[in-house]
């Protein structure tokens, strides 16, 4: 998917669309891409329309494709890569897409991104926002709570999926970064309360074989301590 359209309210005011369209950033973000794929996963589960969910796949291929060979997302074509957001988002996205197809592969994929942001842990607690050595901003030490808290989410996700306790204990890491931050989020540092209600349940994995209707059944489950996965035995 691409960026964005820019703003025109006489285009968006026609509901016949008749004018011309304003233009578009074709720039691809790996982030938003991933935000939208799982999205897109949520609505094909809910109204049983099964070609959202090849959109979403689609995205994530074409993500996947443009991966480093050690983990690191990049942005766009810009080649600005591994910031914490991006990381986190796609990292869970590929997580859910390895729920939604039972291909092992998306799954590995997803510990490989894990595996990239784990360079950005800081000694104070938590994860900066983007490799060391960027330019302007991203040369200041930042630790942001919205990305930690995502990183945390996702790194819950692939541990509940994968058995594998070096996922809990970056969540554990992220949580921390998060809390470290939210007295200066305020109210907004709710993805912080989130994380840490998250790490407290115990997780339940549905596994789901040859039943689209309990698979999506499940997938819309409100219960965020629910997973469920399609398995082929």
């Known amino acids: 998917f691409a960026g964005s359209m820019d703003a025109d309210e006489r285009y968006y005011a026609d509901s016949s669309r008749t004018g011309t369209p304003p233009p578009v950033d074709l720039h691809v973000y790996a982030g938003w891409n991933a935000l939208a794929a799982k999205a897109l996963f949520r609505a094909s589960a809910q109204w049983n329309r099964p070609g959202l969910a090849g959109l979403a796949l689609a995205a994530l291929a074409y993500i996947r ?6 983990g690191a997302v990049l942005r766009n074509e810009s080649g600005v ?33 894990l595996g990239f942001a784990e360079s950005l842990r800081l000694d104070q607690g938590g994860f900066r926002d983007a490799p060391a050595g960027g330019v302007g901003l991203l040369r200041e030490v930042r630790r942001p709570l919205p990305g930690n808290a995502a990183l945390g989410e996702a790194a819950w996700r692939v541990g509940v999926l994968t058995e594998n306790p070096r996922w809990q204990d970056l969540a554990v890491t992220a949580l921390d970064g998060a809390e470290r931050e939210a007295a200066r989020y305020g109210f907004m540092a709710t993805p912080a ?34 997973l469920v996965r399609k398995v082929s035995e």
């Open 65 to 70: 494709d443009r991966l480093r060979d050690d």
């Open 81 to 113: 890569y591994g910031l914490l957001d991006e990381q986190a988002h796609v990292a869970e996205a590929f997580a859910l897409a390895a729920q939604w197809t039972g291909d092992a592969a998306w799954l590995e994929t997803a510990e490989r991104v």
């Open 193 to 226: 309360a989130a994380l840490a209600e998250r790490l407290k349940q115990k997780a339940v994995l549905v596994k789901v074989k040859d039943n689209d209707t309990i698979f999506r059944a499940a997938w819309c489950d409100p219960d965020p301590a629910l």
